[in-house]
């Protein structure tokens, strides 16, 4: 049944990141110190700096737009280019028989590292861990020795600001609390962003990135706001992953947001809907069975029922009039891979980006329902949506 009190757009919260990135040399995992020196990479709203054996990139300093975002993305990446050209020009210039071998950006969300490398690190780059970060369900990660441990992994955390200045009194005051009691957007984030993180990053090595880092639940309290550490770097692989979850973030936000308005309670809307227990396993086990349940169960009954079809400038990424769209894009991300449907390198695609007209609600719109691509069919056969047969039978009424 429609509502009659639906969410606003999205609220102007402020956007960031830090995801991480590997090297590698002829297919070796090579430790960041390797290429990037102890002092980062710095200009404006970007950082590029060691983090241990990875390499991080930190975008956004609190941009309240995502195409904007994106250009700060794009400088990231075009100074992380220029170090690597810089240092495999000059391994170029080494004497025969020195090691000329290119380093390259690697993107694989969990590596091993030969035993040889992680002894020839310093100290500081086989230490595992930062500073602490807190569980919303009190899960504990397994302890290990940096020194010893060999698997390492890229995160994709993503930071929140909420600030109540600039807003009428009603939505300031709310802010406010929404600041105060911020803890409170971790299970939206899960079940907002970690669900759609399960059914598109299929990566099977989540479950032993998991163990250690990016648990369900998982997050820190800066004083800008809140820090969402369960995604990976999966979304580095276009700017369309990006802005579609810095928008789930952004309505997790307004969501709770508009809850201490008063307006509706959309914050139990959701969660009674939701079962905790399965959103954490779906996560923890990177179970895409299991996260089409909670997105059919949840996710898209609140969209229908909450969220307008209207377009605004700070727009939320999910409506109801591209639920179908999402979900055979989601489809297809299972069947063919990430990597088959976001064919170019992330570095190309980066750097190559025009933000303008190309984020994720201009690209969803131009997706084929029935086949989650913009430029081939497919047949019903191959269509195969876990816990949404109305999708396949749409796309065999059309076949």
């Known amino acids: 049944m429609s509502r009659t009190k639906k969410l606003s757009a999205g609220l102007p919260v402020g956007l960031g990141a830090d995801p991480e990135i590997f090297f590698d040399k002829d297919g070796e995992i090579v430790g960041s110190e390797r290429v990037l020196t102890k002092n980062p990479r710095s200009v404006g709203a970007y950082r590029v700096y060691l983090d241990g054996v990875q390499a991080e990139l930190k975008v956004g300093e609190g941009t309240i737009c995502r195409e904007t ?35 390259n950006v690697c993107y694989r969300q969990v590596v091993e590292v030969s035993q040889a490398e992680l002894d020839s690190l310093s100290k500081e780059a086989r230490a595992l861990g930062c500073a602490p970060s807190f569980n919303y369900y009190g899960l504990v990660k397994r302890e290990v020795d940096g020194a010893v441990y060999r698997v390492r992994s890229a995160g994709g955390h993503m930071h929140f600001g909420i600030n109540s200045e600039n807003y009428q009194y009603e939505i300031r005051v709310a802010c406010e609390r929404v600041y105060e009691q911020r803890r409170k957007l971790v299970p939206l984030f899960d079940i907002l962003m970690g669900i759609p993180g399960v059914l598109l990053d299929r990566d099977p090595d989540q479950v032993i990135r998991r163990q250690t880092y990016g648990m369900a639940g998982e997050y820190r309290l800066p004083d800008h706001g809140i820090e969402y550490r369960t995604l990976s770097n999966f979304w580095l692989r276009s700017y369309q992953l990006t802005s579609l979850f810095l928008g789930l973030g952004r309505m997790a936000i307004t ?48 969209v229908n029922d909450y969220v307008t079809n209207n377009d605004s400038y700070y727009q939320l990424p999910l409506k109801p009039k591209n639920l179908k769209k999402f979900e055979a894009f989601a489809a297809r991300v299972q069947r063919d891979g990430l990597e088959k449907v976001f064919k170019k390198d992330p570095m190309k695609h980066w750097l190559e980006l025009r933000q303008r007209g190309n984020g994720w609600e201009s690209w969803i719109a131009r997706i084929n329902p029935r086949t989650g691509s913009m430029s081939r069919s497919l047949t019903a056969e191959q269509i195969v949506i876990p816990v949404a047969p109305e999708v396949v039978a749409t796309a065999a009424a059309a076949a």
């Open 69 to 103: 975002f994106a250009s700060y993305m794009t400088n990231a990446f075009s100074s992380l280019n220029n170090a690597l050209e810089g240092i495999n020009e000059r391994r170029l210039a080494l004497p025969e028989g020195v090691d000329r071998a290119r380093f």
């Open 255 to 302: 969501l709770l947001t508009e809850t201490f308005t008063g307006k509706d309670d959309f914050e139990s809307a959701l969660l009674e809907k939701a079962d905790l227990d399965k959103v954490v396993k779906a996560i923890q086990e990177n179970d895409a069975n299991l996260a089409w349940e909670v997105y059919h169960e949840v996710i898209a009954p609140f």
